[in-house]
């Protein structure tokens, strides 16, 4: 029986091939980058290695979209809604402002006369 020996100047010969043939598949890869074949063998490549742990993320990112898009919607209804109302006082002090007097400010705004002549004496004076 013969035994199989292996020299080094074939073991060499057998990596230059196996090299020989890794860098002609990474040129044809570079050729093909542009082309619709690269695409599809990336596109099954990530599916296939990260197509269990990808697709619940991917689930949960599409929830967070349409809970801000809804979120947002919300947001834009609030800004966009009725002004607050005017209060008796914001009124008696626009009313001071112009000189009205305080019995003309408590009728004008249904406060007391108390609270007008509080009102026209503070805000007669600064004139703001």
């Not at 010969?13 to 002609?24: F, K």
């Amino acid at each position: 029986m013969e035994a199989f020996v292996v020299t080094w100047r074939e073991l060499l010969i057998v990596v230059v091939a196996i090299l020989a043939i890794y860098v002609a598949e990474l040129l044809l890869l570079l050729r093909w980058s542009g082309s619709e074949r690269l695409r599809w063998w990336r596109r099954r490549a990530s599916t296939s290695a990260e197509g269990s742990a990808v697709d619940p993320l991917m689930r949960e990112i599409a929830d967070l979209r349409r809970q801000m898009v809804q979120l947002q919607g919300e947001v834009q209804k609030l800004q966009a809604g009725p002004a607050p109302s005017v209060s008796p006082y914001n009124q008696a002090i626009q009313m001071a402002r112009q000189g009205a007097g305080a019995a003309e400010v408590a009728s004008g705004c249904h406060i007391s006369r108390g609270e007008a002549e509080l009102i026209v004496a503070l805000y007669r004076k600064l004139r703001i």
